[in-house]
């Protein structure tokens, strides 16, 4: 069993910044990528940004050079820094963790709101 539990959203004014968590316990072994993705309202749900086990990064275009994905393997934690967030950020934030042997496993979202 694993869990993944996201943490760090909230209501920010446009060109502010927020710092999401995503924290992963349970039998975890190694934990191959983390991803997270994000869903508004009526849209499909979509990759924001990803890193491997090894530190390798991708991101979607609408959030490169605003946000920075990074990892603490010690910990099994995950983050999200968002900068220079934009309305069209506004979303349910989700972080999804590979981890060996288990395959992939969903938190339960964190509602991040850019609106002045």
């Known amino acids: 069993q694993v869990q993944v539990v996201e943490s760090g959203g909230g209501l920010v004014q446009p060109g502010g910044s927020l710092r999401l968590s995503c924290a992963a316990s349970?039998?975890?072994?190694?934990?191959?990528?983390m991803g997270w993705y994000r869903q508004a309202p009526g849209k499909q749900r979509e990759l924001v940004a990803g890193?491997?086990?090894?530190?390798?990064?991708n991101y979607a275009d609408s959030v490169k050079g605003r946000f920075a994905i990074s990892r603490d393997n010690t910990k099994n934690t995950g983050y999200l820094q968002m900068n220079s967030l934009k309305p069209e950020d506004t979303a349910v934030y989700y972080c999804?963790?590979?981890?060996?042997?288990?395959?992939?496993?969903w938190g339960q979202g964190t509602q991040v709101t850019v609106s002045s």
């Open positions: 999804n963790v590979v981890v060996a042997g288990w395959g992939g496993f």
């Open positions: 349970g039998s975890i072994f190694s934990i191959v990528a």
């Open positions: 890193i491997t086990s090894g530190g390798s990064t």
